[in-house]
């Protein structure tokens, strides 16, 4: 069975920091292109940023641009999404994902782009 299972999410005060982790397993999620997405409630799922599968290309939104970084461990199978100066518009449940496009370096940023997805963990930021 293929899954994405993201961890790390919590509560923390603006200005604070969390990483997100997600673990990918029943394939080898190593030679594919990986990302995360979040979801504010009442808002629409919204890309957040992507990373090729040598880790050597990122991308971001341009509202986490500067404070969000996202890298990954393909001898681990997983990828981290670093999260620093965090504000209380950054509150949202948080997906990892991943395309099933072997060695691509493509920017991904559609949520129909994505093949495979996790479950999802909260990320609450207080002000």
């Known amino acids: 069975q293929v899954q994405l299972v993201e961890s790390g999410g919590g509560l923390v005060q603006a200005g604070g920091s969390l990483r997100l982790s997600c673990a990918g397993s029943?394939?080898?999620?190593?030679?594919?292109?990986m990302g995360w997405f979040r979801q504010a409630p009442g808002k629409e799922r919204a890309f957040v940023a992507a990373?090729?599968?040598?880790?050597?290309?990122?991308y971001y939104a341009d509202s986490v641009k500067g404070r969000f970084t996202i890298s990954r461990d393909n001898a681990k199978n997983t990828v981290y999404l670093q999260m620093n100066s965090l504000k209380p518009e950054d509150t949202a449940v948080y997906y990892c994902?991943?395309?099933?496009?072997?060695?691509?370096?493509?920017?991904?940023?559609?949520?129909?782009?994505?093949?495979?997805w996790g479950q999802g963990t909260q990320v609450t930021v207080s002000s």
């Open positions: 994902v991943s395309k099933n496009q072997y060695y691509s370096s493509t920017y991904y940023r559609d949520e129909s782009d994505y093949d495979y």
């Open positions: 029943g394939r080898t999620f190593s030679w594919l292109p």
């Open positions: 990373i090729s599968w040598t880790g050597g290309n990122r």
